[in-house]
């Protein structure tokens, strides 16, 4: 009898040995071979001239790297993503804007977040189809509105100088509700400290938020900094909708899409998709570096 | 005293007018979507533009699931999401309680890895994922697979997980329970709210979800709604009848869920943002 309980237990101290990694192998098998593999892939694959109409691959140095430096489709579309930078300050501005009014303690509050935030969740392509309509040059609404106000009308994204501008109001429209939750949040770990404070010297309104508030929610800041410069890198499905004439909103991302899938010059995209990589990891290491997001990690 | 009691006022008229004319700008293109949904075609170029319909037709989508097969997209996106959501679900959970309760060899090694996969963007992996799955394309197994498990899901996950005390789990373990019993009964039930998260993230996810598809499908019977939504915009331009019933077909579900089940959706972002 003895005997069996001792062999029961040892059966159970093997068995929570195996357990666990029972329970993680499912998901360490799926990053590893959905994930990890490709991106390890991606590099050698870069340094080929890996083409999906051809089944013959050679190696061919860095010669990918040295057509990027000559590249002037590169080069412009690398110009468009730097364009849509001014989408980071602006979402991040219009989502402090949108968090302050809402730290009012005024009636209905939550019925105005919950609207807010409504659009972050909303398809991109199919959000993107709605403003088709509103930027249609002779019979949209944007146009309508500036001529009712008297305004010279815009091509809007059929006019390669207004394309970029065009997506980047669709995008704030799409995506401040984000920056106002995070921006939000920060407010409301800060109310207290701030009411002592200026309780303390009498601030006025706005020097109250130019020294302390806006200070304190230098983690929002920087978080919002960050994701939303890692997202411009990423611009692709606005683009890929919303697209301008003579390649006016053609990102880096839509430019490697197109290299990749549609001329199926895998070994060029790839390099393209790698450098990005590159610039976007190291921004991401200095996100984690930079702020103490996940202290448990 | 008095003057007070009016610049109080006024400051609140203020508020309350920017934020109605924010709402107006955020809330304008969704209504205008549905109203113009029963519109006809030749409406969408009055001017001055309407937002009422002439008269309520349905016309468009009946077009859509007679002529566009919309029935058949509107299933594919279930199904996928469906799919996506419960392997995550799956996945995620395991995962999170694996590396929340467990001690064994190699576990700081594979937290590392799948913390290292929520820093490696999707356009690093999405040409090598491409001819991963050459021999997968056109195929429902080819369009769900890359989108079943999130990593920082995991995170999420093992976060809450490690904040069930251990207590509990040994109780059980003394009384007889096995493993999958522990899981089942005691982990599972004790971090719900993050389960909603989790699941509404991903569904959110899924039913959006577009690169991935627009690479693995081309085949009409595969097509989601919002490749169904991208083809309709890039073949038919001036169809705008039909594009505004494909978005609100799209989109409201979303919309309801989202006003249903808000404070998940907000907790989300609190859970994955930052804290202060």
């Known amino acids: 009898m003895q ?14 040995k195996v357990v666990p990694y029972v329970f993680i192998a499912p998901a360490v098998l799926y990053f590893i071979i959905l994930t990890i593999i490709p991106a390890i892939m991606a590099f050698p694959i870069s340094l080929s001239d890996w083409s999906a109409l051809t089944p013959n691959r050679n190696y061919v140095g860095f010669s990918n790297y040295q057509k990027l430096l000559t590249d002037s ?16 300050p602006l ?27 409504a659009p972050v969740i909303t398809s991109i392509v199919a959000a993107s189809i709605l403003f088709e309509w509103f930027y249609q040059p002779s019979f949209g609404l944007f146009n309508y509105l500036l001529e009712f106000f008297h305004l010279p009308t815009l091509g809007w994204v059929e006019d390669p100088n207004t394309a970029v501008l065009s997506v980047m109001i669709f995008k704030l429209w799409r995506g401040f509700g984000g920056s106002m939750l995070i921006y ?17 010297d009498g601030a006025g309104a706005f020097k109250k938020f130019r020294y302390i508030t806006f200070p304190l929610l230098k983690p929002a800041h920087t978080y919002l ?22 390649n006016s909103t053609r990102t880096v991302v839509n430019y490697i899409f197109e290299k990749a899938f549609s001329s199926y010059r895998m070994g060029y995209a790839s390099a393209m998709s790698f450098v990005l990589f590159v610039i976007i990891l190291s921004v991401t290491i200095l996100q984690y570096r930079g702020m103490k997001l996940n202290k448990e990690l | ?40 075609s030749k409406e969408f170029y009055y001017m001055p533009p309407r937002l009422l319909p002439n008269a309520f037709t349905f016309v468009n989508y009946t077009q859509l699931i007679e002529m566009w097969n919309f029935g058949t997209y509107y299933f594919n996106s279930i199904f996928v999401t469906a799919v996506q959501v419960t392997a995550n ?32 963007p999707w356009i690093a992996t999405i040409i090598p994922l491409y001819i991963m799955f050459t021999g997968l394309m056109n195929t429902y197994l080819g369009l769900m697979i890359p989108g079943m498990a999130s990593a920082f899901s995991i995170l999420l996950a093992r976060n809450f997980i490690a904040g069930i005390p251990t207590t509990f789990i040994e109780a059980a373990r003394i009384d007889g329970a096995g493993e999958g019993r522990i899981f089942l009964r005691i982990v599972l039930p004790s971090i719900k709210p993050v389960l909603a998260v989790i699941t509404i993230n991903k569904m959110i996810q899924s039913w959006n979800a577009f690169t991935w598809p627009l690479l693995v499908v081309n085949s009409d019977s595969l097509r989601t709604l919002p490749l169904a939504i991208a ?45 202060g």
């Open chain 1, 3 to 16: 005997q069996a309980n001792r062999l029961a237990h040892r059966h159970r101290i093997t068995k929570l």
């Open chain 1, 73 to 88: 489709n590169f080069w412009k579309s690398c110009l468009v993503m730097a364009q849509f930078f001014l989408y980071v």
């Open chain 1, 91 to 117: 979402v991040m501005l219009l989502g402090l804007g949108a968090a302050l009014l809402l730290n009012n303690s005024v009636k209905g509050i939550r019925i105005f977040r919950v609207i807010f935030y």
């Open chain 1, 184 to 200: 939000l949040a920060g407010l409301q770990g800060i109310d207290g400290e701030i009411r002592e404070a200026s309780a303390i």
């Open chain 1, 225 to 246: 900094l960050i994701t939303n410069f890692i997202g411009v890198f990423m611009i692709f499905q606005e683009t890929y909708m919303l697209k301008g004439r003579l």
């Open chain 2, 1 to 40: 005293m008095n003057r007070n009691k009016i610049k109080r006022i006024l400051y609140k008229v203020m508020i309350y007018g920017l934020l109605l004319s924010l709402t107006v700008i955020v809330a304008y293109p969704f209504i205008w979507m549905i109203l113009s949904s029963f519109k006809e």
């Open chain 2, 89 to 120: 679900l799956f996945i995620v959970t395991l995962a999170g309680y694996g590396f929340a309760k467990y001690n064994f060899r190699g576990k700081n090694f594979f937290f590392l890895l799948i913390i290292s996969c929520t820093m490696i």
């Open chain 2, 231 to 275: 083809k309709l915009s890039s073949q038919y331009y001036d169809s705008y009848d039909l594009k505004m019933a494909a978005a609100t077909m799209t989109i409201l579900p979303v919309l309801i869920l989202y006003i249903s089940l808000q404070k998940y959706f907000v907790e989300g972002v609190a859970l994955s943002g930052v804290k």
